[in-house]
């Protein structure tokens, strides 16, 4: 499935979600930041090259140097400083002995403290959308894929094997009521997928049925927490299903 194209969800803002704080019966709330997406090293490259001189292997090269460098610095125990930040040589070894000889070096560290200008431009230009009041943690679909070549985004063939990419993705395969569901737009019948290779917390690997009838749908995933509580998530864009 790896020629597959996909439709990303692009984040447009810091997504923090309210949880009930259990030390005063729910009288408040925790905040905590929801699963952002990841970001790949070689997309960070396109980044730092663009409207510059650089290609994106001179960008590698200099980042493996600084990587390198950085490195020999710690090792030689000196804080480092960077315009990102300070990196400092720490140890993790908890309470010892007065007459302790040796520390096993599996207890180094690496201790990182943000630039403050970075900090400051980062909160600045940040923007925040609270989510999920509930207290659950909803799973969420970032994007919906098909291995077949040339799909256009959005538009997948009955009978086709697809997979989505998300966070908090599981479900109880033996519920009849859990997993993927094709709901026909506007809402009116809906279809349940029933054919998966994997089901995991980050990823789902289904078949869309093969007599899926031509349409636009809303691909939805319900799930439910330990407590029983129901999840859903619902992808942001309706997908088109063609005939095979």
């Not at 499935?1 to 009930?20: E, H, V």
């Not at 207290?135 to 799909?151: K, L, N, S």
């Not at 997948?156 to 997993?179: E, N, W, Y």
């Not at 899926?212 to 995933?221: D, K, N």
Request: charged content about 25%.
């Amino acid at each position: 499935m790896s020629n597959s194209r996909c439709i990303w969800r692009k984040p447009i803002a810091i997504q923090l979600s309210l949880r009930p704080n259990v030390l005063d019966n729910g009288e408040s709330y925790c905040v905590k930041v929801m699963s952002p997406e990841r970001v790949e090293f070689e997309t960070l490259l396109d980044d730092m090259t663009k409207d510059t001189a650089l290609s994106r292997n001179d960008m590698r090269v200099a980042m493996q140097q600084f990587r390198d460098a950085l490195c020999d610095r710690l090792k030689l125990g000196y804080r480092v400083e960077t315009p990102v930040g300070s990196f400092n040589p720490g140890v993790n070894a908890g309470v010892v002995r007065r007459d302790t000889t040796r520390i096993d070096k599996k207890r180094l560290r690496v201790n990182f403290v943000p630039d403050r200008a970075l900090i400051t431009e980062y909160r600045d230009g940040a923007s925040i959308a609270l989510e999920d009041f509930s207290g659950y943690a909803q799973p969420q679909i970032d994007y919906v894929a098909t291995a077949a070549a040339g799909v256009h985004e959005g538009t997948f063939h009955a009978g086709a094997l697809c997979k989505i990419r998300g966070s908090r993705l599981r479900f109880d395969l033996m519920q009849p009521d859990l997993g993927l569901f094709l709901v026909a737009q506007p809402a009116s019948a809906e279809i349940r997928i029933r054919d998966y290779s994997r089901n995991g917390s980050r990823f789902i690997d289904f078949l869309i049925p093969p007599n899926t009838p031509p349409g636009a749908y809303r691909l939805e995933l319900r799930t439910r927490t330990p407590a029983g509580a129901p999840r859903r998530a619902v992808f942001r864009d309706p997908i088109r299903v063609e005939a095979i």
